[in-house]
Protein backbone atom coordinates (compact mmCIF):
# COMPACT_ATOMS: atom_id res chain seq x y z
CA UNK A 1 0.00 0.00 0.00
CA UNK A 2 1.57 3.49 -0.75
CA UNK A 3 -0.15 6.84 -0.35
CA UNK A 4 0.16 9.56 -2.86
CA UNK A 5 -0.36 13.14 -2.25
CA UNK A 6 -1.96 15.47 -4.12
CA UNK A 7 -4.71 18.57 -3.73
CA UNK A 8 -8.57 17.00 -3.18
CA UNK A 9 -11.24 18.61 -4.53
CA UNK A 10 -14.68 17.97 -2.28
CA UNK A 11 -15.26 15.55 0.45
CA UNK A 12 -15.92 12.56 -1.60
CA UNK A 13 -14.35 8.71 -1.36
CA UNK A 14 -14.29 6.30 -3.46
CA UNK A 15 -12.24 2.94 -5.08
CA UNK A 16 -12.11 1.22 -8.25
CA UNK A 17 -9.70 0.40 -11.30
CA UNK A 18 -7.74 2.70 -13.05
CA UNK A 19 -8.21 4.01 -16.77
CA UNK A 20 -5.43 6.08 -17.63
CA UNK A 21 -6.21 8.85 -20.71
CA UNK A 22 -3.71 8.16 -23.21
CA UNK A 23 -1.42 11.28 -24.01
CA UNK A 24 -1.99 12.53 -27.63
CA UNK A 25 0.28 10.82 -30.42
CA UNK A 26 3.66 12.06 -31.48
CA UNK A 27 3.43 13.25 -34.98
CA UNK A 28 4.22 10.60 -37.53
CA UNK A 29 7.89 10.95 -39.45
CA UNK A 30 7.35 11.44 -43.49
CA UNK A 31 8.94 7.93 -44.35
CA UNK A 32 8.73 6.25 -47.13
CA UNK A 33 5.78 3.28 -47.04
CA UNK A 34 7.97 -0.11 -46.89
CA UNK A 35 4.47 -2.01 -47.26
CA UNK A 36 3.48 -0.25 -50.63
CA UNK A 37 0.37 1.84 -51.84
CA UNK A 38 -2.08 -0.93 -52.17
CA UNK A 39 -1.53 -2.60 -48.68
CA UNK A 40 -1.28 0.87 -47.28
CA UNK A 41 -4.78 1.77 -48.81
CA UNK A 42 -6.27 -1.34 -47.52
CA UNK A 43 -5.13 -0.25 -43.65
CA UNK A 44 -6.11 3.11 -43.77
CA UNK A 45 -9.84 2.01 -45.21
CA UNK A 46 -9.99 -0.55 -42.47
CA UNK A 47 -8.50 1.73 -39.45
CA UNK A 48 -11.00 4.81 -41.04
CA UNK A 49 -14.37 1.99 -41.09
CA UNK A 50 -13.70 0.83 -37.73
CA UNK A 51 -12.97 4.54 -36.12
CA UNK A 52 -15.89 5.73 -37.95
CA UNK A 53 -18.31 2.72 -36.51
CA UNK A 54 -16.89 3.07 -32.75
CA UNK A 55 -17.66 7.01 -32.90
CA UNK A 56 -21.21 5.83 -34.04
CA UNK A 57 -21.64 2.75 -31.40
CA UNK A 58 -20.42 5.33 -28.58
CA UNK A 59 -22.74 7.85 -29.57
CA UNK A 60 -25.66 5.16 -29.63
CA UNK A 61 -24.73 4.05 -26.30
CA UNK A 62 -24.19 7.94 -25.10
CA UNK A 63 -27.69 9.62 -26.53
CA UNK A 64 -28.73 13.11 -26.35
CA UNK A 65 -26.18 16.13 -27.55
CA UNK A 66 -23.21 13.76 -27.29
CA UNK A 67 -24.81 11.28 -29.73
CA UNK A 68 -25.13 13.87 -32.53
CA UNK A 69 -21.62 14.96 -32.04
CA UNK A 70 -20.11 11.78 -32.60
CA UNK A 71 -22.09 10.93 -35.18
CA UNK A 72 -20.92 13.69 -37.05
CA UNK A 73 -17.33 12.69 -36.28
CA UNK A 74 -18.34 9.47 -37.76
CA UNK A 75 -19.39 11.16 -40.84
CA UNK A 76 -16.11 13.45 -41.00
CA UNK A 77 -13.81 10.44 -40.74
CA UNK A 78 -15.80 8.86 -43.79
CA UNK A 79 -15.83 11.93 -45.85
CA UNK A 80 -14.56 11.14 -49.41
CA UNK A 81 -12.83 14.15 -50.38
CA UNK A 82 -10.90 13.81 -47.20
CA UNK A 83 -10.47 10.28 -48.40
CA UNK A 84 -8.95 11.32 -52.04
CA UNK A 85 -6.60 13.49 -50.05
CA UNK A 86 -5.21 10.36 -48.09
CA UNK A 87 -5.32 8.42 -51.62
CA UNK A 88 -3.02 11.24 -53.30
CA UNK A 89 -0.54 11.37 -50.61
CA UNK A 90 -0.38 6.92 -50.45
CA UNK A 91 -0.25 6.83 -54.08
CA UNK A 92 3.11 9.16 -53.81
CA UNK A 93 4.59 6.28 -51.50
CA UNK A 94 3.70 7.86 -48.10
CA UNK A 95 3.05 5.73 -44.99
CA UNK A 96 -0.70 5.46 -43.85
CA UNK A 97 -0.31 7.09 -40.67
CA UNK A 98 1.37 10.17 -42.35
CA UNK A 99 -0.65 10.51 -45.24
CA UNK A 100 -3.60 10.61 -42.49
CA UNK A 101 -1.89 12.88 -40.45
CA UNK A 102 -1.28 15.30 -43.03
CA UNK A 103 -4.70 15.16 -45.54
CA UNK A 104 -6.54 15.77 -41.90
CA UNK A 105 -4.41 17.94 -40.80
CA UNK A 106 -4.69 20.49 -44.23
CA UNK A 107 -8.43 19.85 -44.16
CA UNK A 108 -8.12 21.35 -40.77
CA UNK A 109 -6.37 24.41 -41.70
CA UNK A 110 -9.17 24.41 -44.30
CA UNK A 111 -11.94 24.40 -41.40
CA UNK A 112 -10.53 25.98 -39.05
CA UNK A 113 -9.74 29.27 -41.93
CA UNK A 114 -13.69 29.32 -42.09
CA UNK A 115 -14.47 30.65 -38.85
CA UNK A 116 -17.54 29.95 -37.24
CA UNK A 117 -19.99 26.43 -36.45
CA UNK A 118 -17.08 25.33 -38.97
CA UNK A 119 -14.17 26.43 -37.53
CA UNK A 120 -14.59 24.84 -34.43
CA UNK A 121 -15.04 21.72 -35.80
CA UNK A 122 -11.75 21.69 -36.47
CA UNK A 123 -10.55 20.16 -32.96
CA UNK A 124 -13.21 17.49 -33.48
CA UNK A 125 -11.00 16.72 -36.92
CA UNK A 126 -8.23 16.16 -35.08
CA UNK A 127 -9.88 14.00 -32.27
CA UNK A 128 -10.72 11.52 -35.64
CA UNK A 129 -7.16 11.80 -36.99
CA UNK A 130 -5.38 10.75 -33.94
CA UNK A 131 -7.89 8.27 -33.29
CA UNK A 132 -7.11 6.50 -36.90
CA UNK A 133 -3.58 7.39 -36.51
CA UNK A 134 -3.62 5.12 -32.81
CA UNK A 135 -5.68 2.56 -34.69
CA UNK A 136 -2.67 1.74 -37.36
CA UNK A 137 -0.09 2.08 -34.75
CA UNK A 138 -2.42 -0.53 -32.59
CA UNK A 139 -2.11 1.42 -29.46
CA UNK A 140 -4.54 3.28 -27.56
CA UNK A 141 -6.82 5.96 -29.05
CA UNK A 142 -6.25 9.41 -27.03
CA UNK A 143 -8.64 10.94 -25.03
CA UNK A 144 -11.13 9.33 -22.48
CA UNK A 145 -10.65 6.00 -22.17
CA UNK A 146 -14.11 3.86 -22.60
CA UNK A 147 -12.65 0.20 -20.66
CA UNK A 148 -16.32 -0.71 -20.28
CA UNK A 149 -17.03 -0.16 -16.82
CA UNK A 150 -16.75 2.18 -14.49
CA UNK A 151 -13.19 3.48 -13.57
CA UNK A 152 -11.07 6.07 -11.52
CA UNK A 153 -9.72 8.17 -14.87
CA UNK A 154 -6.20 9.33 -14.44
CA UNK A 155 -4.81 12.46 -16.78
CA UNK A 156 -2.31 15.15 -17.05
CA UNK A 157 -5.18 17.77 -16.46
CA UNK A 158 -8.72 17.52 -18.48
CA UNK A 159 -9.18 20.09 -21.72
CA UNK A 160 -12.54 21.49 -21.77
CA UNK A 161 -12.98 19.17 -24.93
CA UNK A 162 -12.15 16.06 -23.33
CA UNK A 163 -14.51 16.58 -20.74
CA UNK A 164 -17.81 17.57 -22.76
CA UNK A 165 -18.10 13.73 -23.15
CA UNK A 166 -17.38 12.59 -19.57
CA UNK A 167 -19.68 9.42 -18.64
CA UNK A 168 -20.37 10.49 -15.03
CA UNK A 169 -22.13 6.51 -14.83
CA UNK A 170 -18.36 5.42 -15.88
CA UNK A 171 -16.16 8.13 -14.19
CA UNK A 172 -15.93 7.22 -10.29
CA UNK A 173 -13.06 9.73 -9.75
CA UNK A 174 -10.71 11.84 -11.14
CA UNK A 175 -6.95 11.80 -10.75
CA UNK A 176 -4.72 14.55 -12.16
CA UNK A 177 -0.74 14.64 -12.58
CA UNK A 178 -0.82 18.07 -13.35
CA UNK A 179 -3.40 21.39 -12.22
CA UNK A 180 -4.37 23.02 -9.42
CA UNK A 181 -7.27 23.52 -7.12
CA UNK A 182 -8.47 26.17 -9.27
CA UNK A 183 -7.62 23.90 -12.64
CA UNK A 184 -10.58 23.11 -15.27
CA UNK A 185 -10.50 19.81 -13.80
CA UNK A 186 -11.37 21.24 -10.00
CA UNK A 187 -13.72 23.12 -11.43
CA UNK A 188 -15.41 20.55 -13.68
CA UNK A 189 -15.15 18.43 -10.55
CA UNK A 190 -17.36 20.70 -8.39
CA UNK A 191 -19.51 21.63 -10.00
CA UNK A 192 -20.52 17.52 -11.15
CA UNK A 193 -19.89 16.63 -7.84
CA UNK A 194 -17.40 14.06 -9.08
CA UNK A 195 -14.52 12.80 -6.45
CA UNK A 196 -11.23 14.26 -7.18
CA UNK A 197 -7.75 15.08 -6.42
CA UNK A 198 -5.37 17.36 -8.83
CA UNK A 199 -1.58 17.51 -8.82
CA UNK A 200 -1.06 13.71 -7.50
CA UNK A 201 2.34 14.55 -9.59
CA UNK A 202 3.01 10.69 -8.65
CA UNK A 203 0.23 9.33 -10.00
CA UNK A 204 1.92 9.21 -13.23
CA UNK A 205 3.38 5.57 -12.21
CA UNK A 206 -0.35 4.26 -12.09
CA UNK A 207 -1.04 1.53 -14.27
CA UNK A 208 -4.63 1.04 -15.83
CA UNK A 209 -6.47 -1.44 -13.69
CA UNK A 210 -4.85 -0.91 -10.49
CA UNK A 211 -7.07 -0.88 -7.86
CA UNK A 212 -6.89 2.70 -5.84
CA UNK A 213 -8.57 4.34 -3.00
CA UNK A 214 -9.74 7.81 -3.87
CA UNK A 215 -9.88 10.09 -0.82
CA UNK A 216 -10.51 13.61 -1.84
CA UNK A 217 -11.18 14.74 1.86
CA UNK A 218 -7.03 13.98 2.82
CA UNK A 219 -6.17 14.57 -1.19
CA UNK A 220 -4.67 11.00 -0.57
CA UNK A 221 -4.68 8.42 -3.54
CA UNK A 222 -4.30 4.87 -1.58
CA UNK A 223 -2.34 2.53 -4.13
CA UNK A 224 -3.11 -1.51 -3.36
CA UNK A 225 -5.61 -1.03 -0.97
CA UNK A 226 -6.36 -3.92 1.57
CA UNK A 227 -9.84 -5.41 1.63
CA UNK A 228 -10.32 -3.82 5.31
CA UNK A 229 -9.06 -0.15 3.54
CA UNK A 230 -12.02 -0.92 0.96
CA UNK A 231 -14.87 -1.98 3.51
CA UNK A 232 -13.53 1.40 5.56
CA UNK A 233 -14.00 3.73 2.52
CA UNK A 234 -17.30 2.15 1.89
CA UNK A 235 -18.48 2.75 4.72
CA UNK A 236 -17.38 6.76 4.63
CA UNK A 237 -19.12 6.66 0.90
CA UNK A 238 -22.16 5.14 2.57
CA UNK A 239 -21.92 7.83 5.24
CA UNK A 240 -21.36 10.50 2.70
CA UNK A 241 -24.26 9.60 1.12
CA UNK A 242 -26.27 9.69 4.09
CA UNK A 243 -24.78 13.05 5.41
CA UNK A 244 -26.22 14.90 1.42
CA UNK A 245 -29.65 13.13 1.84
CA UNK A 246 -29.68 15.30 5.79
CA UNK A 247 -31.67 18.13 5.49
CA UNK A 248 -30.43 21.27 4.71
CA UNK A 249 -29.88 23.82 7.59
CA UNK A 250 -28.85 27.52 6.91
CA UNK A 251 -24.65 27.86 7.19
CA UNK A 252 -23.61 27.97 10.87
CA UNK A 253 -20.37 26.45 13.01
CA UNK A 254 -20.46 24.22 15.60
CA UNK A 255 -21.29 26.63 18.27
CA UNK A 256 -23.63 28.29 16.28
CA UNK A 257 -22.31 31.33 14.65
CA UNK A 258 -23.90 32.08 11.31
CA UNK A 259 -22.13 31.62 8.17
CA UNK A 260 -24.57 32.48 5.15
CA UNK A 261 -23.80 29.51 2.35
CA UNK A 262 -24.46 31.63 -0.70
CA UNK A 263 -24.50 30.73 -4.62
CA UNK A 264 -21.98 31.95 -7.21
CA UNK A 265 -24.52 31.87 -10.20
CA UNK A 266 -23.43 33.09 -13.65
CA UNK A 267 -26.92 32.79 -15.24
CA UNK A 268 -30.73 33.41 -13.89
CA UNK A 269 -31.64 29.74 -15.33
CA UNK A 270 -29.32 28.07 -12.64
CA UNK A 271 -31.09 30.46 -9.51
CA UNK A 272 -33.55 27.41 -9.12
CA UNK A 273 -31.23 24.65 -8.96
CA UNK A 274 -28.77 26.87 -6.42
CA UNK A 275 -32.08 27.10 -4.10
CA UNK A 276 -32.90 23.29 -4.07
CA UNK A 277 -29.24 23.21 -3.04
CA UNK A 278 -29.77 25.39 -0.21
CA UNK A 279 -28.02 28.37 -1.17
CA UNK A 280 -29.54 31.01 1.28
CA UNK A 281 -28.84 33.69 -1.77
CA UNK A 282 -26.50 34.64 -4.08
CA UNK A 283 -22.85 35.94 -3.04
CA UNK A 284 -21.74 36.04 -6.67
CA UNK A 285 -23.71 37.25 -9.94
CA UNK A 286 -21.42 36.84 -12.39
CA UNK A 287 -22.83 39.61 -14.88
CA UNK A 288 -21.02 38.52 -18.12
CA UNK A 289 -22.58 36.21 -19.29
CA UNK A 290 -25.35 38.53 -20.53
CA UNK A 291 -22.12 40.41 -22.59
CA UNK A 292 -19.55 38.25 -24.09
CA UNK A 293 -21.76 36.74 -26.64
CA UNK A 294 -23.10 39.92 -28.49
CA UNK A 295 -20.63 42.75 -30.03
CA UNK A 296 -22.24 45.37 -27.91
CA UNK A 297 -23.90 45.84 -24.58
CA UNK A 298 -27.23 44.56 -24.65
CA UNK A 299 -29.99 47.04 -23.55
CA UNK A 300 -31.29 48.59 -20.59
CA UNK A 301 -34.52 46.35 -21.18
CA UNK A 302 -32.26 43.65 -21.86
CA UNK A 303 -30.26 43.51 -18.82
CA UNK A 304 -33.63 44.85 -16.46
CA UNK A 305 -35.16 41.47 -17.62
CA UNK A 306 -32.40 39.43 -16.90
CA UNK A 307 -31.78 40.60 -13.59
CA UNK A 308 -35.47 40.83 -12.61
CA UNK A 309 -35.05 36.99 -13.14
CA UNK A 310 -32.47 36.57 -10.76
CA UNK A 311 -33.94 38.66 -8.30
CA UNK A 312 -37.16 37.10 -8.63
CA UNK A 313 -35.72 33.66 -7.86
CA UNK A 314 -34.57 35.19 -3.80
CA UNK A 315 -37.37 36.85 -2.61
CA UNK A 316 -36.05 38.55 0.90
CA UNK A 317 -32.74 37.17 0.35
CA UNK A 318 -29.06 38.46 -0.09
CA UNK A 319 -28.12 39.29 -3.98
CA UNK A 320 -25.00 40.43 -4.88
CA UNK A 321 -24.17 41.43 -8.53
CA UNK A 322 -21.38 42.26 -9.58
CA UNK A 323 -20.83 45.19 -12.46
CA UNK A 324 -19.47 43.70 -15.48
CA UNK A 325 -15.89 42.58 -15.01
CA UNK A 326 -14.34 42.97 -18.56
CA UNK A 327 -10.69 41.53 -19.30
CA UNK A 328 -8.05 39.34 -19.18
CA UNK A 329 -9.64 36.02 -18.83
CA UNK A 330 -12.99 37.88 -19.89
CA UNK A 331 -12.36 40.00 -23.10
CA UNK A 332 -14.95 42.21 -24.55
CA UNK A 333 -14.16 43.59 -28.01
CA UNK A 334 -16.00 46.66 -26.92
CA UNK A 335 -14.55 47.45 -23.96
CA UNK A 336 -11.22 46.41 -24.34
CA UNK A 337 -10.26 47.43 -27.62
CA UNK A 338 -6.93 48.13 -27.12
CA UNK A 339 -4.12 45.49 -27.22
CA UNK A 340 -2.32 44.99 -24.01
CA UNK A 341 0.94 43.11 -23.10
CA UNK A 342 -0.52 41.99 -20.31
CA UNK A 343 -4.08 42.73 -20.31
CA UNK A 344 -4.46 41.24 -16.50
CA UNK A 345 -2.78 44.45 -15.06
CA UNK A 346 -4.54 46.48 -17.65
CA UNK A 347 -7.93 48.33 -18.36
CA UNK A 348 -10.23 45.60 -16.57
CA UNK A 349 -12.80 45.42 -14.54
CA UNK A 350 -13.60 48.86 -12.62
CA UNK A 351 -10.85 49.72 -14.53
CA UNK A 352 -12.79 49.42 -17.98
CA UNK A 353 -16.40 50.81 -16.92
CA UNK A 354 -14.55 54.14 -15.69
CA UNK A 355 -13.43 54.03 -18.99
CA UNK A 356 -16.63 53.70 -20.36
CA UNK A 357 -18.86 54.97 -18.06
CA UNK A 358 -21.62 55.04 -20.04
CA UNK A 359 -22.02 50.80 -19.50
CA UNK A 360 -21.73 51.29 -16.16
CA UNK A 361 -24.57 53.50 -16.04
CA UNK A 362 -26.77 51.62 -18.19
CA UNK A 363 -25.96 48.48 -16.05
CA UNK A 364 -26.36 50.23 -12.67
CA UNK A 365 -30.55 51.58 -14.39
CA UNK A 366 -31.18 48.14 -15.27
CA UNK A 367 -29.81 46.89 -11.53
CA UNK A 368 -32.20 49.62 -9.60
CA UNK A 369 -35.03 49.22 -12.29
CA UNK A 370 -34.92 45.39 -11.37
CA UNK A 371 -34.45 46.06 -7.56
CA UNK A 372 -37.76 48.13 -7.79
CA UNK A 373 -39.42 45.20 -9.44
CA UNK A 374 -38.74 42.29 -7.18
CA UNK A 375 -38.39 41.46 -2.82
CA UNK A 376 -34.64 40.35 -3.16
CA UNK A 377 -31.97 42.53 -1.17
CA UNK A 378 -29.74 43.41 -3.66
CA UNK A 379 -25.89 44.62 -3.53
CA UNK A 380 -23.77 45.31 -5.90
CA UNK A 381 -20.66 45.62 -6.27
CA UNK A 382 -17.92 46.39 -8.52
CA UNK A 383 -14.57 44.21 -9.94
CA UNK A 384 -10.77 44.89 -10.01
CA UNK A 385 -11.07 47.56 -7.16
CA UNK A 386 -7.18 48.69 -6.38
CA UNK A 387 -7.49 52.20 -5.17
CA UNK A 388 -9.48 53.75 -1.70
CA UNK A 389 -10.37 56.54 -4.53
CA UNK A 390 -12.25 53.85 -7.01
CA UNK A 391 -14.03 52.53 -4.22
CA UNK A 392 -15.32 56.11 -3.06
CA UNK A 393 -16.29 56.81 -7.08
CA UNK A 394 -18.02 53.36 -7.42
CA UNK A 395 -20.13 54.22 -3.98
CA UNK A 396 -20.88 57.36 -5.08
CA UNK A 397 -22.15 56.56 -8.62
CA UNK A 398 -24.12 53.05 -7.40
CA UNK A 399 -25.52 55.72 -4.68
CA UNK A 400 -26.95 57.74 -7.81
CA UNK A 401 -29.07 55.03 -9.03
CA UNK A 402 -30.54 54.38 -5.25
CA UNK A 403 -28.26 51.17 -4.84
CA UNK A 404 -28.84 50.75 -1.23
CA UNK A 405 -25.66 48.54 -0.46
CA UNK A 406 -22.73 49.11 -2.50
CA UNK A 407 -19.22 47.38 -2.26
CA UNK A 408 -16.01 45.72 -3.73
CA UNK A 409 -14.55 43.16 -4.40
CA UNK A 410 -10.96 42.44 -3.09
CA UNK A 411 -8.82 40.89 -5.82
CA UNK A 412 -6.07 43.14 -5.89
CA UNK A 413 -3.39 43.08 -2.95
CA UNK A 414 -3.64 46.83 -2.72
CA UNK A 415 -7.30 47.02 -1.79
CA UNK A 416 -7.05 44.39 0.65
CA UNK A 417 -3.82 46.10 2.32
CA UNK A 418 -5.89 48.92 2.83
CA UNK A 419 -9.22 47.15 3.82
CA UNK A 420 -9.74 49.38 6.54
CA UNK A 421 -9.50 52.14 4.27
CA UNK A 422 -11.34 51.06 1.28
CA UNK A 423 -14.07 49.40 3.87
CA UNK A 424 -14.92 53.00 5.61
CA UNK A 425 -16.44 53.56 2.09
CA UNK A 426 -18.03 50.21 0.89
CA UNK A 427 -21.04 48.96 2.36
CA UNK A 428 -19.10 45.62 1.92
CA UNK A 429 -16.15 43.85 0.44
CA UNK A 430 -15.79 40.19 -1.27
CA UNK A 431 -12.90 38.25 -1.78
CA UNK A 432 -12.26 36.79 -5.09
CA UNK A 433 -9.67 34.36 -4.01
CA UNK A 434 -9.17 33.26 -7.39
CA UNK A 435 -7.87 36.89 -8.55
CA UNK A 436 -6.13 37.79 -5.11
CA UNK A 437 -4.29 34.41 -5.85
CA UNK A 438 -2.98 35.35 -9.38
CA UNK A 439 -1.80 38.96 -8.11
CA UNK A 440 -0.40 37.97 -4.74
CA UNK A 441 1.70 35.52 -6.60
CA UNK A 442 1.85 37.08 -9.52
CA UNK A 443 1.13 34.09 -11.69
CA UNK A 444 -1.23 33.87 -14.70
CA UNK A 445 -4.77 31.98 -13.59
CA UNK A 446 -4.90 30.68 -17.27
CA UNK A 447 -1.34 29.70 -17.48
CA UNK A 448 -1.21 25.59 -16.86
CA UNK A 449 3.18 26.46 -16.26
CA UNK A 450 2.51 28.42 -13.64
CA UNK A 451 -0.68 26.30 -11.93
CA UNK A 452 1.10 25.58 -8.82
CA UNK A 453 1.74 28.78 -7.63
CA UNK A 454 -2.06 29.22 -8.04
CA UNK A 455 -2.94 28.00 -4.79
CA UNK A 456 -4.93 30.00 -2.25
CA UNK A 457 -3.77 28.54 0.66
CA UNK A 458 -0.70 30.28 0.25
CA UNK A 459 0.12 32.04 3.83
CA UNK A 460 0.37 35.11 1.51
CA UNK A 461 -2.86 34.86 0.37
CA UNK A 462 -4.58 34.04 3.66
CA UNK A 463 -2.87 36.67 5.51
CA UNK A 464 -4.30 39.60 3.09
CA UNK A 465 -7.89 37.67 3.78
CA UNK A 466 -6.88 38.42 7.14
CA UNK A 467 -5.71 41.78 6.64
CA UNK A 468 -9.39 42.21 5.17
CA UNK A 469 -11.26 40.49 7.50
CA UNK A 470 -9.85 42.85 10.20
CA UNK A 471 -10.91 45.95 8.11
CA UNK A 472 -14.45 44.16 7.97
CA UNK A 473 -14.50 43.61 12.05
CA UNK A 474 -13.22 47.37 12.27
CA UNK A 475 -15.98 48.95 10.71
CA UNK A 476 -18.34 46.28 11.36
CA UNK A 477 -19.33 45.81 7.71
CA UNK A 478 -19.52 41.67 5.98
CA UNK A 479 -16.28 40.62 4.12
CA UNK A 480 -17.89 37.80 1.91
CA UNK A 481 -15.83 35.32 -0.40
CA UNK A 482 -16.43 34.45 -3.68
CA UNK A 483 -13.86 33.00 -5.23
CA UNK A 484 -13.50 29.01 -5.33
CA UNK A 485 -11.03 29.42 -2.33
CA UNK A 486 -14.73 29.27 -0.58
CA UNK A 487 -15.73 25.87 -2.05
CA UNK A 488 -12.77 23.95 -0.53
CA UNK A 489 -14.12 22.50 2.90
CA UNK A 490 -11.36 22.90 4.80
CA UNK A 491 -10.13 26.14 3.66
CA UNK A 492 -14.11 27.39 4.42
CA UNK A 493 -13.44 27.13 8.02
CA UNK A 494 -9.70 29.02 7.81
CA UNK A 495 -11.34 31.66 5.75
CA UNK A 496 -13.94 31.98 8.17
CA UNK A 497 -11.29 31.78 10.93
CA UNK A 498 -9.70 34.64 9.16
CA UNK A 499 -13.09 36.91 9.09
CA UNK A 500 -14.96 35.56 6.61
CA UNK A 501 -18.68 36.51 7.45
CA UNK A 502 -20.37 34.62 4.24
CA UNK A 503 -18.68 32.28 1.80
CA UNK A 504 -20.10 32.10 -1.78
CA UNK A 505 -19.69 28.68 -4.23
CA UNK A 506 -20.69 26.67 -7.31
CA UNK A 507 -24.18 25.00 -5.35
CA UNK A 508 -22.97 22.00 -5.80
CA UNK A 509 -20.05 22.77 -3.07
CA UNK A 510 -22.33 24.20 -1.06
CA UNK A 511 -23.52 20.59 1.24
CA UNK A 512 -19.64 19.64 1.25
CA UNK A 513 -18.98 23.09 3.07
CA UNK A 514 -21.88 23.11 5.50
CA UNK A 515 -21.32 19.70 6.80
CA UNK A 516 -17.97 20.64 7.58
CA UNK A 517 -18.61 24.21 9.28
CA UNK A 518 -20.48 22.09 11.94
CA UNK A 519 -17.94 20.18 12.76
CA UNK A 520 -15.68 23.29 14.15
CA UNK A 521 -16.35 26.15 16.44
CA UNK A 522 -15.34 29.96 15.53
CA UNK A 523 -12.81 29.55 17.94
CA UNK A 524 -11.65 26.63 16.67
CA UNK A 525 -11.40 27.78 12.84
CA UNK A 526 -9.00 30.63 14.47
CA UNK A 527 -6.75 28.31 15.94
CA UNK A 528 -6.97 26.58 12.67
CA UNK A 529 -6.26 29.47 10.42
CA UNK A 530 -3.60 30.44 12.59
CA UNK A 531 -2.10 27.07 11.96
CA UNK A 532 -2.52 27.83 8.07
CA UNK A 533 -1.22 31.34 8.95
CA UNK A 534 1.86 30.17 10.63
CA UNK A 535 2.86 28.36 7.52
CA UNK A 536 5.57 29.18 4.71
CA UNK A 537 4.02 27.56 1.96
CA UNK A 538 0.35 26.35 0.82
CA UNK A 539 1.25 22.71 1.44
CA UNK A 540 2.57 23.23 4.67
CA UNK A 541 -0.44 25.67 5.29
CA UNK A 542 -3.27 22.73 4.09
CA UNK A 543 -1.39 20.26 6.30
CA UNK A 544 -1.32 22.34 9.08
CA UNK A 545 -5.10 23.10 8.87
CA UNK A 546 -5.67 19.14 8.39
CA UNK A 547 -3.68 18.27 11.43
CA UNK A 548 -4.96 21.13 13.60
CA UNK A 549 -8.61 20.08 12.47
CA UNK A 550 -7.76 16.77 13.41
CA UNK A 551 -6.52 17.48 17.13
CA UNK A 552 -9.07 19.62 18.42
CA UNK A 553 -7.81 21.79 21.03
CA UNK A 554 -8.01 20.19 24.89
CA UNK A 555 -10.35 21.92 27.77
C1 LIG B 1 -12.28 35.79 -8.27
O1 LIG B 1 -11.43 36.40 -8.91
O2 LIG B 1 -12.02 35.07 -7.28
C2 LIG B 1 -13.70 35.86 -8.65
C3 LIG B 1 -14.62 35.34 -7.90
O3 LIG B 1 -13.98 36.44 -9.84
P1 LIG B 1 -13.75 35.72 -11.26
O4 LIG B 1 -13.36 34.29 -11.00
O5 LIG B 1 -15.02 35.86 -12.00
O6 LIG B 1 -12.64 36.56 -11.81
MG1 LIG C 1 -12.01 37.91 -10.34
Known sequence: MTELRGVGIGLGITHGPIARMAEPLPAPEDVPSALGADAETARVREAIAAVARELEERGATAGGAAQEVLEAQAMMAEDPALEDEVGTRLAAGKTGEFAVFDAFASFRDQLAAMGGYLGERAADLDDVAQRVIARLRGVAAPGVPDPGHPFVLVAKDLAPADTALLDLDKVLALITTEGGPTSHTAILAREKSIVAIVGVTAASGLADGD??????????????????????????????????????????????????LLANLGKPADAAKAVELG???????????????????????????????????????????????AGADKPLAFLNDAHEENPALGLRGLRA?????????????????????????????????????????????AREYGIKTAGVMVEVPSSALLADK?????????????????????????????????????????????????GGAKHGKPVGICG?????PLLAVVLVGLGATTLSMAPTALADVRATLLNHSLDDAKRIAEAALAASDAASARTAAQDAAAHPKEN
Open 211 to 260: TVIVDAAAGIVTTEPTADEIAQAERREADRAAAADAPITPGALADGTAVP
Open 279 to 325: AEGVGLFRTEFLFLSSSQAPTVEEQTKAYTELLAAFPGKKVVVRALD
Open 422 to 470: VLAHADFASIGTNDLTQYTLAADRLLGSVSSFQDPWHPAVLQLVKTTGD
Open 484 to 488: EAAAD
Open 353 to 397: LRASEDILREQLTALANADAATEADLWVMAPMVSTVEETEYFVTI
